[in-house]
């Protein structure tokens, strides 16, 4: 299962996307991206507290794409740039589910120890989190490795390339 833990000594804080194949999913390689949907398995715990939503969460595949490339693209630019001067930042990223379930703001950040790192702030909408039909958005900020959120990345992708019987997605050498 692809998941995240943050960067810190003691790790406190994990979030798992696992793409699953139950009722909601709905994959034709002939459709477009956009009709195409895969239900998530999605949990984020941090220390004690476990966050899970009671109905699964979807990606399209056309919105995991862009979650992906997102990531990606955030990825490339810490290699692109390197470290910044001070008086300049690095980009913004924003992505989440595809009907807004969750959603995720990715920063590169400043890093004095050779250890490259990205801040996540992490929001879930609560209502939905409930299966209610008002709420709110909880937020959490925290940090994490960009090798291992480069691995997170690779493992969605092969779990796509795996559910989709290699049509999306890619195969992870080794595997």
């Not at 990825?75 to 001070?86: A, R, T, V």
């Not at 300049?88 to 004095?112: I, P, Q, V």
């Not at 050779?114 to 939905?128: C, G, M, P, R």
């Not at 039909?133 to 795996?162: I, P």
Request: proline residues 2%; negative net charge.
């Amino acid at each position: 299962m692809p998941q995240i833990m943050n960067s810190h000594f003691k790790q406190q804080i994990q979030l798992e996307i696992d793409l699953i194949k139950n009722d909601s999913f709905i994959y034709d390689c002939e459709n477009k991206d956009y009709l195409n949907w895969l239900p998530i398995e999605f949990c984020f715990q941090v220390e004690n507290e476990r966050y899970i939503f009671k109905k699964s969460p979807t990606f399209s595949v056309e919105g995991l794409k862009v979650f992906l490339r997102t990531i990606e693209t955030l990825l490339e630019e810490k290699k692109k740039k390197g470290m910044l001067p001070l008086h300049e930042a690095y980009e913004k990223f924003e992505c989440g589910a595809t009907e807004g379930e969750f959603h995720l703001r990715l920063e590169n950040m400043r890093d004095d120890f050779e250890k490259d790192q990205v801040s996540i702030e992490l929001w879930l909408n609560t209502a939905y989190m409930r299966d209610e039909s008002v709420g709110y958005d909880q937020g959490f900020s925290f940090a994490v490795f960009s090798e291992d959120l480069s691995r997170f990345m690779k493992e969605l992708k092969q779990q796509l390339y795996d559910l989709t019987d290699g049509n999306e997605g890619e195969k992870m050498e080794g595997t």
